[in-house]
């Protein structure tokens, strides 16, 4: 069975720091797409940013220059540093894999952005 495990949410205030963490189980990591979605209540879930399976990046406009999406294939890991944080980064933080027919979604971390 297919797990994505995310960890590393909390409650930090304006300016500050969070690293996300996305562990991947029982599935050949080093050939997804990861990437980290968001959703902020009442609002439609949304992209924050992707990284292939090569290394290539991309990032939501909102969230470039703050945060930046790594992954590490020997450990089945994907990460996400978040810095200088906003009340607009206040969301459940969703961990996504995807391949060729096959799309995995982690459980979801919450991130609150609050002084």
């Known amino acids: 069975q297919v797990q994505l495990v995310e960890s590393g949410g909390g409650l930090v205030q304006p300016g500050g720091s969070l690293r996300l963490s996305c562990v991947a189980s029982n599935i050949i990591f080093s050939i997804y797409t990861m990437a980290w979605f968001r959703q902020a209540p009442g609002k439609q879930r949304e992209l924050v940013a992707s990284?292939?399976?090569?290394?290539?990046?991309n990032y939501a406009d909102s969230v470039k220059g703050r945060f930046t999406i790594s992954r590490d294939n020997t450990k089945s890991t994907m990460y996400l540093q978040m810095n200088s944080l906003n009340a607009e980064d206040t969301a459940v933080y969703y961990c996504n894999a995807g391949a060729t027919n096959r799309v995995f979604w982690g459980q979801g971390t919450q991130v609150t952005v609050s002084s």
């Open positions: 990284i292939t399976n090569t290394g290539w990046t």
